[in-house]
């Protein structure tokens, strides 16, 4: 079975440092990747995909993330991070086009301090 | 905007009640799931409809059932709650096809059972 890690449960940063968040999953045929966002008290929002093409994805709020096909990860990057940015980060994978069958990590709480 | 609404985002009930969940999606889905989220687990799919009256099993559906009725609507139905079914509910919609647009979250229901 598909599997996703994130290693990190909680990552603690100063605002406008750099963060890096991680996410390896178990090695398959073909994965298509995501980061999702949990704001507190909201559903999930997706931050940004990796399906084909380029590995370097970038997405909203200036996140971006790397596919690393040898390494199997799919870490998750900002150079400078807000206050704002505090939440849970989930990364996933599906295994299949249609995106009907998610895969997600444990999550990670990314905490910005001031 | 796709939006999907939750009927409660707080809920508390006892023992042996059965419990309605409501989601309801604006934007003509065909796919709607029911995911619950636990602190280290992660999102787990509990049951997957991919148009009216159908359903799919996800991988915790024990304790659990279903209902669509119509396109907009799915409902996740606990026949006898458990103290084990206190959790965070989210509801999911997207469009059926490939590499169609990701999957839409609904904010959430907190189910306590007492």
């Known amino acids: 079975a598909q599997s996703v890690t994130q290693l990190d449960s909680q990552v603690p940063v100063f605002e406008e440092a750099p963060v890096e968040l991680r996410c390896n999953y178990s090695s398959s045929v073909s994965v298509y990747l995501f980061w999702y966002v949990q704001y507190p008290n909201q559903g999930l929002q997706l931050l940004l995909k990796y399906l084909s093409g380029s590995t370097l994805v970038k997405g909203i709020n200036g996140f971006e993330a790397e596919f690393n096909k040898s390494q199997t990860s799919f870490h998750l990057r900002k150079p400078s991070v807000h206050i704002s940015d505090t939440a849970e980060y989930f990364c996933?994978?599906?295994?299949?086009?249609?995106?009907?069958?998610?895969?997600f990590g444990s999550g990670t709480k990314l905490n910005v301090k001031p | 905007d796709v939006k999907v609404t939750q009927s409660s985002r707080y809920l508390v009930k006892r023992t042996g009640e059965k419990v309605f969940l409501e989601c309801v999606q604006d934007m003509d889905h065909e796919n709607m799931f029911w995911y619950r989220q636990d602190p280290g687990l992660g999102l787990r799919l509990i049951y997957f409809?991919?148009?009216?009256?159908?359903?799919e099993k996800g991988d915790i559906p024990e304790g659990y059932s279903v209902s669509r009725e119509k396109k907009e609507r799915f409902s996740l139905i606990l026949e006898s709650a458990s103290t084990n079914q206190t959790s965070m509910y989210l509801c999911?919609?997207?469009?059926?096809?490939?590499?169609?647009?990701?999957?839409?979250f609904g904010p959430g229901t907190r189910l306590t059972v007492l």
């Open positions: 999911a919609s997207k469009r059926e096809g490939l590499r169609t647009d990701t999957q839409y």
């Open positions: 996933a994978v599906s295994r299949n086009l249609n995106f009907n069958k998610f895969y």
């Open positions: 409809s991919y148009d009216v009256k159908m359903k």
